[in-house]
């Protein structure tokens, strides 16, 4: 299992976090087709029922609640939580990063917070970057906008938002998300930067 043994070998990995209306899903997609670096989108693991329409090994990989902890339990996982106080769990599997590194390629994951930290604590040089919208004034606005969620999901995401905001001086990188296109183009700069650096070693 990679990375298990401790190996000092440096790996490619990009990390994304941000709080939900921050764009992530969006930049995401943007990132997968227009990166100057060759990106691997690892696919995280959920115990949340699949919407209609999300298929399975594409947008997560869905399991039951036994076969997630039991995935757990023989430390298949990088990172893992539960999110947003939902009783689902979403972990990273080592699998997806060692599909990445087979390939050559960066392995991009899109993560929450406490799951960057821990991916960092492994990782030390794995690059993050943290989306953020230009004002917690225009994070509620983005989040209102989607209308799909209750006034009490919409405080509990606020709340999440603050909490996560405190730690993104913890990040290498910070983008405000104002402009699309110049969030893109910043980030797409980074990893130019990024896979410089790592073939100069």
Known sequence: MAGAMGTPVKK???????????????????LTHESPVQLYKSVSATTRPPRPGEVDGDDYWFLDNQEFRRRVAAGEFIEFAEVFSSGFLYGTLWSELDRAWAQGEWAFLEIDVEGALRVVQQYPEAVTIFLRTPSSAEFERRLRARGTESEEVIQRRIATAEQELRQADRYRYIVVNDQL??????ICEILKAEEKTYNAQ
Do not use: D, F, N, Y
């Not at 296109?181 to 910043?186: D, I, L, P, Y």
């Open 181 to 186: 296109e110049t969030a893109v183009s910043e």
């Open 12 to 30: 490619r990995i990009v990390v994304l976090s941000g709080p939900s209306g921050s764009g992530k899903t969006t930049i995401v997609r943007r």
